[in-house]
């Protein structure tokens, strides 16, 4: 196909100036430009850099990231930083020059030390989000090394390792558990500590320091200057201002010229206008409307200052909140006095908190205030301004006017022809010299350092003095100031603050402040948990105010910290008092995590913790995905049309009245199809393409529309307005309705696990018994961060080529073929890599391959689909929510004798692969000994989308729900939860029993050694005791600690593979299965290599090298079958030792001959040879499993500690220590990397995922601002993994066992912990007289998120506390 030519995405206009930048040293100059188009638009569209993703598209995930340097021609400098290029528009970096991750190192000049690194420590796996974390490190680089620190030891920068850490915050990765990542951060930093860096294909264990630095990919802190084009700074202008057939892009360079063009806008109001600054504001509030004119405020010289003088800082409200961070930071002797810098240092320290780096970079504060003021944006900088009086300058015409901010955020919305121009935050110094001030400011999110929006935000300013009369201390007045929390801005409580002012501090003042806080800060109708909110804030004043209460403290308490930390209490009490709230302080985020493997020689080089194939590449951005294959001439895209009704007869679809439909061609449905509609199959059925004359769910597929560009067709689609029919249809919307109407699909008898034992008689055996309790989890969303795409060429003859993320591209290609009613060999469905799968790339990706397929057939023309965050999370499905009522019978001494479970499992609309489900939920349920065990398991179908299998579908429910049984078990007894697991783990005996065949020989069931190592190992023993002393110790803090095991049945499936021998020696390998960074390639590399060596020639040592995987190719290689349930990778590799047997055999003979001819032989020649003598030297084979091999189990342990904390219900990971049976690994860097990825995402499932829907059953979270997937910030401080190599067996490949997805499993036990924490509060709670006695059981939801923690720990506990302290005076 011809793909040397690129559509023009952008509409054409005609300018006098233009727009001139550089993208990696290459000059662009561009006369016609749509002002809306982003840099991300362009890059991708325009260019050759594909380094730059689009993962979310609003400023969430950071894998658009570009380091962007500006030329400052005054002082000769470059600033360099970095921004995310989804959101940032390409008019405004005019005169710039932006690096993308090829910029800072590719194949053909040098990679960069920073990609070498990620690709040696195992940091990328699927690859999509490695550019923009390497863009981010380097910026970090650039930066550090541009400061004035004293000169790092050689191979080092002038990064600290903390500031390592942080370089990549913002950024996500689905895949690594970005353990990995942060290490090849740290080998760039000056004070790191060798020691502390994890496993990496650089250096051995035990190596010294030199010899370590010696093995790194080379760096020398002055690599990292990014220079600025010579030819640009010649270039360079102020802002550039466009012009031409209806669309405008300016760039004033006074207030007057801006209000000339304000005014202009006025008399002709026929144009939108839109103001812009970072433009990040369009990461929260999407575009809908096209603008003809934008505005760019960055050059006016008063929106842009940064004034400081004795009584405060002014800054312009363009200014970029990273620089109004720094301008707060570094404040000169002399400039202010101690008090007015602390304040300037915790605001910083506040604002610093704010989106991430690259958002901060461009993110104006100006920007910020007016969205809080315009739009109700729940800010974080209008709160912690407001506590502080800060003022602001608004100019309207030629109107100044100063007011309070206070006064500003309580005006009706600002009228688009006013600007906000500067703020004025003050100097603070406390008003008498016996008094003190202190200023506090307080934010609970998601996610701690960062890049989530807070539940509630405060922040409190407080002059306090020493009474004199009598021990304690007065607060003379306080201003606190409340935002976020689902209010239309931030507010003053003034109430509150009138209390408090001028009051001696007690208990008492301070329960009455605390009972006027909750009735001042109520959140509105619509917000989600408002009573949790209400008690954030009671519990920010507690911590602010409480350490002054009741301390015999005199004027000696206080001191100034003469450096930049608060005020220092030299009390030790009121000290005390303060470091009950914090959490652990350490300068970085994570500590040293460890790594232990045990290689294994028999098979080198299988065994060896090679680097996975394509990193490198990966990193540079290089690696091509499906959105990254140029699009052919003519190419069209397309995006869907879906469904908002549950249940409804479609009578139309149309737009909204008076919308414009740029670029679009057509609309395409299932009246279009040729074949059959069908969109996606497996074994239990189909799913539509399109819904017919009725749709079956909210979010089901109903028509595509298909535009001249990406941007068109999701403008298109959004404006699509469709008419239902309702009449007489009652949708089922939930298992219970199902249940009762008798909806379910069937579940193949074969498939039905089966019962074990006699449950009556297990019942009747038991000392108590639980009846009917009831657990109900919900789902989870794949969160790959390349979204499902897909693109189409029309071939000859009525052929398809179709490239896709795929793990599965078989069925695909069979479903495209039924589509257009096409022969199979009509089709050809090609993927080589996906950036990220986790399932979800399997059913539901063929729906976007096949809506490609089809309407490429039916316009002749190539049609492509990146399909945006929001659709996709929309029509994903997800894991399978589920009801789960269980009965357990038990002896005293917590030995379970019998289990009975109802299960009714949502599977929504189609049956997919929902009827493997109850299988896959016994195969994980049956890690301990249940006694007896029965089930009555129901696949309900519902009218809500189908869910499909995601990493460990059913089994990590399974994993769950074994353990909340036994949780609650052990809380009806009283009993220690370890010891009830360790009573009910399995003998072999059991096992057998439970698992039959696959529970394999009595020397394979490790579990028990596991179970008993990760004791020693992790001393479990000794913590558990250290927690009892710390939560005696904390009251407001409480640790908890669990141990779990893990039984996981896998099944290997057949699977194909070819080997070739190319003439020059190298070896071209195709296998059934996809690479999907899992690693699956490497693996395979590594067992060609070993197979094809035993042909026993020289030169086989470098086999590796010569051996590339390539693409899946449906009609090069058949019966690909899927790429899940975690054996892929080893039935790929097993394929492939077959074909290599195949080879060694064929070029045997020939071998010995030429060795009895020449003495010895170089593999190269032999191929020569076998060339010359027309051997064969390609072959395949399909892999089939005999039946005693084909299922295994896989055994684990985990355990994790936590610390809860009472007054946020914020959970911080303390450690985790896992061991986990990878039996003779085949890669032991690969099986970490898997261990470490899946176990974070199996976090996410736990503690942080909601994927919540509407009452039509309709997704609500649509991106990053609601789904929160763990971040750096949110994964184990200390991490360490064991690799049991549990050695020789017959009937594994190699010896080996999975890893992809039962690690993830062993996250439950962060969820025990977190249960075990909350166990402590609550019992505390009941020492205070806040809860009764029938309360010590508990169910805690999944995910355990900040409100369903504090809610358990009680709302109201800072009340009940206060209280109680009341009472027992
Ligand atoms: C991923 C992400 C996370 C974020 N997290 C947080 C957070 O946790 N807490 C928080 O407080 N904020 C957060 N923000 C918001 C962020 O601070 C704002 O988006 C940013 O400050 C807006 O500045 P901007 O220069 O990009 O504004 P723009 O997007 O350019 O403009 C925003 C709006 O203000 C108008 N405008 C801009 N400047 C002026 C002016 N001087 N006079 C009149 N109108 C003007 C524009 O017309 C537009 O309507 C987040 C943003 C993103 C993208
Ligand atoms: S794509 Fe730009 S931050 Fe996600
Ligand atoms: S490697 Fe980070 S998202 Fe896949």
């Known amino acids: 196909m011809d793909m040397g030519e690129h559509t023009n995405t952008t509409t054409t206009t005609k300018t006098e100036q233009s727009l001139v930048f550089a993208v990696n ?336 970079n461009s993110a104006s504060i100006g920007g910020n205030l007016i969205m809080a003021q315009r739009k109700h944006f729940p800010s974080d900088i209008a709160t912690i301004l407001l506590a502080v009086d800060t003022m602001v300058d608004i100019l309207t015409g030629q109107r100044h006017e100063k007011i309070t901010l206070e006064e500003f955020l309580g005006r009706p919305p600002l009228v688009s022809k006013s600007v906000l121009v500067s703020i004025k935050i003050p100097c603070w110094k406390s008003s008498r010299d016996i008094s003190y001030l202190l200023y506090e400011t307080y934010r609970a999110a998601p996610r701690p350092i960062g890049n989530a929006l807070s539940y509630l935000n405060g922040a409190f300013l407080a002059e306090v003095s020493l009474c004199k009369n009598s021990a304690g201390i007065i607060l003379n007045n306080c201003r606190l100031a409340f935002g976020a929390y689902g209010t239309k801005h931030s507010i003053r409580a003034r109430k509150v603050e009138e209390f408090l002012s001028a009051k001696l501090l007690n208990v008492g003042v301070l329960y009455e402040a605390i009972k006027l806080v909750e009735s001042t800060v109520l959140p509105e109708d619509g917000t989600s948990c408002p009573a949790y909110r209400s008690s954030l804030a009671v519990g920010f004043l507690f911590e602010f105010l409480s350490p002054f209460i009741n301390n015999p403290a005199d004027t000696n308490s206080f001191q100034r910290d003469g450096s930049n930390s608060s005020l220092l209490f030299k009390d030790s009490k009121i000290k005390q008092n303060f470091d009950q709230f914090d959490q652990i302080k350490s300068s970085t985020l994570l500590s040293s995590a460890k790594q232990v493997i045990q290689l294994s020689e028999e098979y080198h080089p299988v065994g060896k913790p090679i680097t996975k194939a394509g990193a490198t590449i990966q990193a540079s951005g290089e690696a091509v995905y499906v959105d990254d294959i140029p699009s052919p001439r003519n190419c069209l895209h397309g995006a869907f049309i879906y469904s908002t009704e549950p249940l409804a007869r479609v009578k139309g679809i149309k737009f909204k009245p008076g919308s414009s439909l740029d670029g679009v061609t057509t609309l395409i449905s299932f009246k279009d199809i040729p074949g059959e509609n069908v969109g996606s199959q497996t074994m239990f059925g189909s799913e539509p393409l399109y819904a017919d004359e009725l749709t079956q769910c909210a979010g089901q597929r109903i028509a595509l529309v298909v535009a001249d560009t990406q941007k068109n067709a999701d403008m298109a689609a959004n404006l699509a307005v469709i008419d239902y029919d309702k009449e007489d249809l009652e949708p089922i919307l939930s298992v219970e309705e199902a249940f009762e109407r008798c909806s379910f699909f069937e579940v193949p008898p074969y498939l039905y696990p089966e019962q074990v034992g006699d449950y009556s008689k297990g019942m009747a055996e038991a000392d108590h018994q639980i009846l009917s309790a009831e657990i109900k989890l919900g789902s989870q969303y794949y969160f790959y961060m390349e979204t499902q795409t897909a693109l189409a060429v029309p071939d000859e003859d009525n052929c398809m080529v179709v490239y896709t993320s795929s793990q599965c591209p078989e069925t695909a290609h069979d479903t495209i073929a039924k589509c257009l009613g096409v022969p199979g060999h009509n089709v050809r469905v090609i993927t080589r890599r996906v950036g990220g799968g986790f399932g979800g790339k399997a059913i539901k990706a063929m729906p976007v391959s096949t809506a490609c397929a089809l309407a490429a057939y039916k316009l002749n023309r190539p049609v492509r689909m990146y399909v945006n965050r929001k659709t996709d999370m929309i029509m994903a499905g997800g894991r399978h929510p589920m009801k789960i009522t269980y009965s357990v019978g038990f002896k005293t001494n917590g030995k379970i004798t019998a289990l009975k479970l109802d299960i009714l499992i949502d599977a929504g609309m189609s049956p997919d692969i929902s009827p493997i489900m109850p299988h896959n939920i016994l195969g994980s349920l049956r890690k301990y000994d249940w006694g007896a065990l029965a089930f009555d398991i129901k696949v309900c179908k519902t009218n809500l989308p189908s869910r499909s299998a995601m990493r460990a579908p059913g089994e990590v429910q399974a994993s769950f729900i074994a353990e909340a049984i036994i949780e609650h078990v052990a809380s009806a007894l009283a009993l220690g939860v370890d010891s009830v697991r360790n009573i009910n783990l399995h003998n072999y005996e059991s096992l057998e029993l439970f698992f039959k065949t696959s529970a394999g020989e009595p020397l394979e069931y490790t579990l028990p050694s596991i179970w008993d190592k990760l004791a020693m190992s992790s001393s479990f023993y000794h913590r558990t005791e250290m927690i009892k002393e710390f939560n005696r110790c904390n009251k407001w803090r409480k640790r908890g600690i669990s141990r779990v095991p893990i039984v996981h049945h896998v099944m290997l499936r057949a699977t194909p593979g070819k080997v070739s021998i190319l003439h020059d020696g190298s070896i071209v390998v195709e296998v059934g299965g996809i690479e999907l960074g899992q690693g699956l390639w490497t693996k395979v590399k590594q067992m060609t290599a070993y197979a094809l060596s035993l042909v026993q020639c020289g030169g086989t040592e470098e086999l590796l090298e010569k051996v590339r995987v390539i693409q899946a190719d449906t009609l090069s290689l058949i019966q690909g079958g899927f790429t899940a349930g975690s054996t892929t990778s080893e039935s790929s590799c097993e394929a492939v030792r077959l074909c290599c047997n195949i080879l060694v055999e064929r070029l045997t003979a020939l071998k010995e001959k030429l060795v009895e001819q020449m003495g010895s032989i170089k593999w190269e020649t032999l191929i020569l040879q076998a060339y010359g003598s027309s051997v064969n030297l390609s072959t395949n084979s399909l892999y089939v499993p005999d039946f005693s091999s084909m299922q295994y189990l896989n055994y684990g342990a985990a355990v994790s500690e936590v610390e809860v904390n009472l007054l946020t219900g914020q959970t911080t990971i303390l450690q985790t220590d896992i061991i986990y049976d990878c039996g003779q690994s085949l890669n032991p860097a690969v099986d970490l990397g898997q261990i470490e990825g899946a176990f974070v995402q199996g976090i996410g499932f736990f503690m942080l995922e909601e994927y919540p829907t509407n009452s039509n059953g309709l997704v609500v979270a649509e991106g990053t601002w609601t789904y929160k997937i763990p971040t750096v910030d949110t994964i184990p401080k200390q991490f360490n993994v064991e690799i049991l190599n549990s050695g020789h067996h017959k009937k594994r490949i190699l010896s080996s066992k999975a890893s992809g997805e039962p690690p993830l499993t062993l996250a439950v036990s962060v969820h025990c912990a977190i249960r075990a924490a909350i166990k402590e509060a609550r019992q505390q709670l009941h020492s205070w007289g806040g809860l009764d006695e029938s309360n010590s059981t508990f169910q805690l939801e999944v995910p355990a998120t900040m409100p369903v923690v504090k809610e358990l720990c009680g709302l109201d506990s800072v009340q009940r506390f206060l209280q109680w302290t009341i009472s027992t005076k």
């Open 25 to 360: 040293g290459q000059r662009f100059e561009l006369s016609e430009v749509d002002p809306s188009t982003t840099l991300l638009e362009f890059l991708r569209s325009q260019t050759s850099f594909k380094s730059v993703k689009l993962g979310c598209g609003e400023g969430g995930c950071g894998a658009c990231v570009v380091l962007l340097s500006k030329y400052d021609p005054v002082h000769d400098k470059v600033d360099d930083f970095t921004v995310s290029s989804c959101l940032t528009l390409l008019c405004s970096v005019n005169g710039c020059s932006i690096t993308t991750a090829e910029g800072v190192g590719n194949s053909k000049d040098g990679f960069h030390p920073i990609q070498e690194r990620f690709s040696g420590f195992h940091a990328s796996q699927c690859g999509y989000c490695t550019p923009g974390m390497c863009v981010s490190l380097y910026s970090a680089l650039v930066n550090a090394d541009k400061t004035n620190r004293p000169e790092p030891r050689p191979g080092f920068s002038k990064l600290s390792v903390s500031e390592a850490e942080k370089s990549i915050a913002g950024n996500l990765c689905r895949c690594t558990g970005y353990r990995p990542i942060v290490d090849a951060c740290k080998t760039f930093a000056a004070d790191v500590d060798m020691e502390d860096l994890g496993l990496n294909s650089f250096w051995e264990k035990g190596e010294s320091d030199e010899a370590k630095l010696s093995r790194l990919p080379p760096y020398h802190h002055n690599n990292a200057t990014c220079t600025f084009p010579e030819f640009l700074k010649k270039e360079i202008t102020a802002g550039v201002n466009l012009a031409s057939e209806g669309y405008y892009w300016y760039s004033p360079v006074s207030l007057e010229q801006l209000q000339s063009l304000l005014q202009m806008d006025e008399e002709n109001d026929g144009t939108s206008t839109k103001i812009v600054v970072g433009n990040t504001g369009m990461g929260y509030y999407k575009e809908v409307v096209h603008h003809n004119k934008y505005i760019d405020l960055r050059y006016i010289p008063e929106l842009s200052i940064i004034r400081k003088d004795l009584a405060g800082i002014e800054i312009g409200a363009s200014v970029p909140i990273s620089k109004a961070v720094e301008a707060m930071k570094e404040v000169n002797e002399g400039e202010f006095n101690q008090e007015g810098k602390l304040v300037f240092k915790k605001l910083a320290d506040h604002m610093e908190r704010i989106a991430s780096g690259f958002i901060r």
